[in-house]
């Protein structure tokens, strides 16, 4: 048998049970400067990262951006010029590939849904929507990037002449994955996007993309007069929204 003295505490120790569940549990610690002090319950609230895997993302640019091997493509994503379904261009499409093998997740403003049946069909392929703009229009992708605010860029370098490109390249601070666009007619609008994927002996920068495939192509050798270039520096580690 329980003797009164056990069942009295048994019953406390319920009591006390009872009143961490009805009324929570209340903690406080000893003031040093005497009596107690209350101790805020704070929530922690982790933020998610990932960490942009610009290798992977040069690697992918290799693969498929070969200049021998005109209009080759990741089965998984629609080619989107002349090679494909002639939608204009490839470039900016090929750029977003290029995020996402680096470890960029889609989402609701970024994306291209691979497995929609819809591309495969002429007429409605034209009329749904099964990726964004800022996927694969080369102005909305520039902006969307570009904008601190979405979190991805550290700043954006512009480039108007060739000393403006000599002087980025002895900076130092451009790296292989960072973004490269080009405004050909010099009007503010995006025409071309590419990517940064490596610098040579000479120290010049060096891109890859698509519409015309070029893998490792100089910067320099390519500009025109009239074309203004921005380079959007990306941070290693972004923040998942």
């Not at 933020?47 to 021998?68: C, G, H, L, M």
């Not at 490109?165 to 994955?177: D, F, N, T, Y």
């Not at 960072?178 to 490596?198: S, V």
């Amino acid at each position: 048998m329980i003797s009164m003295s056990r069942k009295k505490y048994y019953i406390v120790i319920l009591l006390l049970l009872l009143s961490i569940m009805i009324f929570g549990y209340h903690e406080a610690f000893a003031d040093p400067n005497g009596g107690t002090f209350d101790v805020p319950h704070i929530e922690d609230e982790f933020t998610k990262f990932i960490v942009y895997d610009r290798d992977k993302a040069i690697q992918y640019a290799k693969k498929w951006s070969d200049p021998d091997n005109q209009g080759n493509f990741n089965p998984d994503f629609e080619r989107m010029d002349s090679h494909g379904s002639n939608r204009g261009g490839d470039c900016a499409n090929f750029v977003s590939q290029l995020l996402h093998a680096g470890g960029l997740p889609m989402n609701d403003e970024w994306y291209y849904k691979k497995g929609s049946f819809i591309r495969k069909i002429p007429i409605l392929n034209r009329v749904v929507d099964y990726f964004s703009p800022k996927w694969a229009v080369a102005d909305d992708q520039y902006r969307y990037f570009s904008n601190k605010k979405n979190g991805f860029s550290e700043e954006t370098i512009e480039i108007s002449t060739m000393e403006d490109l000599i002087q980025a390249e002895k900076s130092g601070g451009i790296k292989p994955g960072d973004l490269l666009y080009w405004d050909f007619e010099g009007d503010g609008k995006i025409d071309h996007a590419t990517m940064i994927t490596g610098v040579n002996q000479q120290g010049h920068l060096l891109y890859s993309g698509h519409t015309y495939d070029q893998f490792n192509a100089e910067v320099g050798a390519n500009i025109a007069p009239n074309y203004k270039l921005h380079i959007v520096k990306m941070k290693d580690q972004i923040e998942v929204k």
